[in-house]
């Protein structure tokens, strides 16, 4: 079975700087999709990045990239120059065949001015 | 609509009472999703239709909780007999794509989700 972990509860930095939110998961797959999704308290959750497992080259979008370890299984999401828009909860998730999303349990972002 | 409608945005229902939970997903998506999230915690997967096929629904908790998407666009999470662990928001998402590489390579669309609070 898969999982994804992401090991911190809450960060918090001041706006301007850059963070880093981890996550790491466990599959026997060999091609998979990775995600990082925004939840800002409306509830909607909001595609941030996504990672194909055969793509080596580390997704980007914008302000925001990840750090892609196949063999670590590691997922970790960097934001730079972060805005008091970033302030929401974000999730990674992991997809594959069985069509499930497998989410971790969020990490609680909050950018301060 | 130009996205996916959920309906209600909010339900408070006494323990023991049945709820359905709406979802309208986006015109012509095939592929639509149901998740669970608990209060601080990630969404867990309820259940998958492709139109009106129900293709998984491993994730649903107990045989109280039933969906259906009869005309394979509308679908409806019925709740029996509801308890305090029901208690969640419910959220929806969409897809036009049939197949799982297509599901992930594209966004998939969210609704706002249900809050359902269960006294």
């Known amino acids: 079975a898969q999982t994804v972990t992401q090991s911190q509860p809450e960060m918090s930095v001041q706006e301007a700087e850059t963070v880093t939110l981890s996550c790491t998961y466990d599959?026997?797959?060999?091609?998979?999709?990775l995600f990082w999704y925004k939840q800002p308290p409306s509830r909607q959750m909001i595609l941030v990045i996504r990672?194909?497992?055969?793509k080596q080259q580390n997704a980007t979008e914008n302000r925001f990239s990840v750090n892609f370890q196949k063999a670590a299984k590691s997922f970790s999401l960097k934001i730079s120059d972060s805005q008091l828009g970033d302030t929401a909860m974000y999730f990674c998730?992991?997809?594959?065949?069985?069509?499930?999303?497998?989410w971790g349990a969020g990490t609680k972002l909050i950018i301060k001015p | 609509g130009a996205g996916v409608s959920q309906s209600p945005r909010y339900k408070v229902a006494k323990r023991g009472q049945d709820v359905a939970l709406r979802c309208d997903p986006i015109?012509?998506?095939?592929?639509l999703f149901w998740y669970q999230q608990a209060l601080g915690q990630g969404p867990e997967f309820l259940t998958y239709?492709?139109?009106?096929?129900?293709?998984?629904k491993s994730g649903l908790p107990s045989d109280r909780f039933f969906a259906e998407r009869p005309e394979g666009s509308v679908s409806t999470l019925k709740i029996q007999r509801t308890q305090q662990e029901d208690s969640a928001v419910y959220l929806c998402?969409?897809?036009?794509?049939?197949?799982?590489?297509?599901?992930?390579?594209?966004?998939?669309?969210f609704g706002d989700g249900t809050r359902l609070s269960i006294l």
């Open positions: 998402a969409s897809s036009p794509y049939a197949g799982w590489v297509l599901n992930f390579d594209q966004p998939q669309h």
């Open positions: 015109s012509g998506h095939v592929s």
């Open positions: 239709f492709q139109n009106e096929a129900q293709l998984d």
């Open positions: 599959t026997s797959e060999n091609n998979y999709y």
């Open positions: 990672q194909e497992a055969y």
């Open positions: 998730a992991f997809g594959a065949s069985n069509y499930q999303l497998i």
